[in-house]
């Protein structure tokens, strides 16, 4: 074989691995979205018929905590606190854990529900950073209010701290920039109590996001597209990836990740599989390891998913935060598949180790690279007369295509079915932004993608710090009408 031959079969080689690659994730997504149509058309015709009063009244519903780590979180967890008290169960604690934090966030909570320390003995379960008091609330209304302060140790320390705190059956962690819907735990709760042939150990929902959406006494009372346009590409983003990925994964029952934004969890379950990790991506590595621990100890059990929006969180605004947030997301998945590498098409492990890992590995750590290398390929290919310009642009015109239309296949998910977006000018926001996606949040995306794989290898281990703007209030809105109207 001579250099010409050898460079040919190079090239024919790299050709059918881009190829099938592609065609398998086209493949692979188109497969997904079709179950999740399927999954929430059943969802919504089975739940039209449930009464939730049932499980408010009955004595069977089981005890939830819930728990919200928080550093440096000022700007939105009255809010966060405020919206919890509005949602509708009966037997439940709301246990807050400063994580050391720096700025104002426990005085601001001591201010707002008079908090008071008292003695408890707490049972060091899951080792964590030195507590140095427990608060309760003296409100009445607030009855069921502990705080606990405690050295800085991050977020899965954090919650491990809340976890040992806790004594309920359940409990629900969720991001201080969270605001729950009224019907979040009664919804979480229910697939703990119908299921009969498999312990349920975990339960995730729906996330939006609430960035331009009113917040007034804790709860969301106007939702609205956010006006920032990398916020409002984020909200295509999260629908994608929660009514059309993670509710076709919940099906095929490979669901290895849920939000650490909002999830219920078993929590003897957590506390024998040794509670939250030290990582950087702990939502992900605890639902991976308590599945390990479940499979390896040959007990039948469930990840069950909720499609109903249930929580709404803030979405960074600018590149800096965003370019955090995702280098972070990247660094988490990474360090999760490789310390559970023997999950990697294992019988013994199931969907999740057949179907759910080898999808994460292949479509969520390898895409970007695979993306970048072919996209260095085919400039190398053109820059050396392999390649013409009509190739080129009708590849591009496909992938933009099918890019646009997955977005808009979302938009309509949602129209569907939950319609949160009551003005069609806000629908009309998002399908604009589903136009221009694939040109400004796909590379940026891929750029931080890139730069985690790279960090990672760096040996970044780094949370990084994720800033918030805080959620607009019914009296702010009508403080900048007034400016507006002077102007």
Known sequence: MNYGEFIRFISYFLDGIFISYAFLLIFSYTTLSIISGVALNYYLKKNSFVDYNVILDSPLAPSVSVLVPAFNESKTIVDNIESIYTIHYNNFDVIVINDGSTDSTFEDMQAAFKLEKVNFAVNMEIPTKEVRGVYKSMLSTYSNLVVIDKENGGKADALNAGINVSDKALFMAIDADSILEPDAVLKLVKPFLERTDRRVIAAGGVVRIANSCLVENGRITNVKVPRNILARMQVLEYTRSFLMGRMAWAQLDGLIIISGAMGMFDREVVVQSGGYAHSIGEDMELVVRIRRYMSENREKYKIEYVPDPLCWTEAPVNLKVF??????????????????????????????????????????????????????????????????????????????????????????????????????????????????????????????????????????RSWGKMERKGFLHRKEKIKKNRFKSLD
């Open 323 to 460: 370019g955090r947030q995702r280098s972070r997301w990247t660094r988490g998945t990474i360090e999760t598949l490789t310390d559970h590498s023997k999950i990697f098409l294992s019988p013994q492990y199931g969907a999740m180790g057949l179907l759910g890992y080898p999808f994460w590995f292949l479509f969520e750590w390898l895409a970007p690279l695979v993306e970048v290398v072919g996209i260095i390929y085919m400039i190398a290919l053109f820059l050396t007369d392999n390649l013409s310009v009509s190739f080129i642009l009708v590849t591009s015109l496909f992938v933009y295509t099918f890019a646009v239309f997955f977005s808009t296949w979302a938009i309509l998910y949602e129209e569907l079915t939950f319609h949160r977006y009551e003005r069609k000018m806000d629908v009309f926001r998002l399908w604009i932004a589903a136009l221009l996606e694939p040109f400004i949040l796909h590379p940026i995306s891929l750029f931080f993608a890139v730069k985690g794989n790279v960090e990672y290898l760096m040996g970044n």
